[in-house]
């Protein structure tokens, strides 16, 4: 693995756009700082919940940008069992780790949102469910692939991991929905869907393009290690 | 002349059988650790606050899926020892036979503790399970099915990592979820006398998900074969 006194042949290898500005990182910085700006001064308080409800701008894009990444590491799995490209394989690894962040950062907003909106930070609604078992799914992602050494191997496990995990989602949804709606729960103010208002939805869509740039720089600079990891190891293996 | 798959399958899950039933550690430690299990989770709670008939379900495949860990841990470390994986994998066979010889192996063990479990709940917690025996064979058979499809897979996997056996429970707890609740919602509805009908939303869900993952884990098995 690797080490501060990687040899030198490999520090020289490793492509020269890796010094200077990360421009997209910097944009997707930008772009989360004015979403988040209009969503604390421009964007009016919620009727009935209050301040609360802003976490909403950041709850929603979240858990879109993760359920996305999964995605990713699905098709990108399908791509590499087929074609072989460990580019692909890069892919899968920077978008699971990136889609965990992202699930982490919606399983920590829902509590705080629902302690005052639902009077508990947890109960079994079928999303939150859903979400805990996604966050399982992918961590178990990442210790599989930190558990083998070879990197054929571990490509290829991981993309049967990323499929079968794709698949499990379904599955898990519909279990857990039925379940819930099986067992009337504990009276719970849970507000139905309502249609925003267009300054509302506005944010909620800034706020959206925002993450899914972040997203998107995140996976780059995660490719781009991911990258480096895989040149050292051949340098170190030679 | 090469077997076709089902009787290679057949032969390989012959040859894991005969190795179990010459040994029986795994069954019994399997058995035994089911039961215990069962045991301590009667004393992990309260009869005056919950009726058995509510707990005795969730124990029940709660139990179903950490013992059936034990028997496929072993599934795919019994052909570790001297490579004997080599072997398997150099003879004339598909990887599909393996697989599913390896699968109907484990079904076998998990059902054969399953035997032994399900009238121990029964017994321990006075619940009329065997008075629905044909409907609780049917939905442990199913859960069965899924629990070794998936199981069977991860365990072709955790063998070749660095952290083996501990990387199993990890893998396959989140895939046994779909498993776990039809299997314990529809247990649940037969013990409270609801009519067999209201549990068909369950039973197919089970189907489904066993359709699903026999299909995906047998194509995805030649995948995690370490040439």
Request: proline share 6%; hydrophobic share 60%; aromatic share 12%.
């Amino acid at each position: 693995m690797s080490s501060p006194s990687a040899p030198a042949s490999a520090e020289s290898a490793i492509p020269a756009q890796r010094s200077g500005m990360d421009w997209l990182f910097a944009f997707a910085v930008i772009a989360i700082a004015i979403a988040l700006t209009r969503v604390i001064y421009y964007t009016p308080f919620e009727a009935v919940q209050g301040p609360a409800q802003k976490i909403f701008y950041l709850h929603l894009p979240a858990a879109l940008c993760a359920f996305m990444a999964f995605g990713v590491v699905a098709l990108a799995g399908i791509g590499y069992l087929w074609l072989g490209d460990l580019r692909l394989d890069r892919a899968a690894e920077s978008s699971a780790e990136v889609g965990v962040v992202f699930t982490t950062v919606v399983l920590v907003t829902g509590p705080i949102w629902a302690r005052p909106v639902w009077g508990t930070w947890w109960t079994w609604d079928a999303r939150l469910t859903l979400t805990l078992f996604l966050w399982f799914i992918y961590v178990g992602y990442i210790v599989l692939r930190g558990a083998i050494e070879d990197r054929a191997l571990r490509a290829r496990y991981s993309a049967v991991l990323g499929i079968l995990g794709s698949l499990l989602i379904p599955f898990i949804h519909l279990s857990v929905y039925l379940f819930r709606t099986l067992h009337p729960r504990p009276i719970v103010i849970k507000p139905s869907a309502p249609s925003l208002p267009p300054e509302m939805l506005t944010t909620l869509i800034i706020s959206f393009a925002a993450f899914v740039l972040f997203y998107l720089a995140l996976v780059r600079q995660r490719y781009r290690l991911a990258a480096e990891r895989d040149l050292l190891e051949l340098e170190e293996g030679r | 002349m090469a077997p076709s798959t089902l009787s290679a399958a057949l032969l390989i899950a012959r040859k894991d059988l005969a190795i179990e039933f010459r040994t029986r550690t795994a069954f019994f430690s399997a058995a035994v650790f089911a039961l215990l299990g069962i045991v301590i989770f009667f004393f992990a709670w309260d009869p005056t606050a919950v009726s058995s008939i509510d707990l005795a379900p969730g124990v029940l495949w709660g139990i179903f899926t950490f013992s059936g860990l034990l028997g496929l841990q072993r599934s795919f470390g019994l052909e570790q020892a001297d490579r004997a994986i080599d072997a398997l994998l150099g003879a004339p066979i598909s990887r599909e036979s393996i697989y599913l010889g390896k699968a109907i192996a484990n079904l076998v063990f998990v059902a054969a503790v399953q035997i032994i479990a399900i009238p121990a709940v029964q017994l321990f917690y006075g619940v009329p399970l065997l008075e629905h025996a044909a409907v609780i064979a049917l939905i442990a058979l199913m859960s069965a099915i899924g629990l070794v499809a998936v199981g069977t897979l991860f365990s072709a996997m955790a063998v070749n990592t660095k952290l083996a056996e501990m990387l199993l429970p990890v893998l396959s707890l989140p895939f046994f979820v779909p498993i776990v609740i039809p299997a314990a919602q529809a247990t649940a509805r037969l013990l409270a006398g609801r009519p067999a009908s209201e549990s068909v939303g369950w039973l197919k869900l089970l189907l489904a998900f066993d359709i699903v993952f026999v299909v995906a884990c047998m194509l995805a098995f030649p995948y995690t074969i370490e040439e």
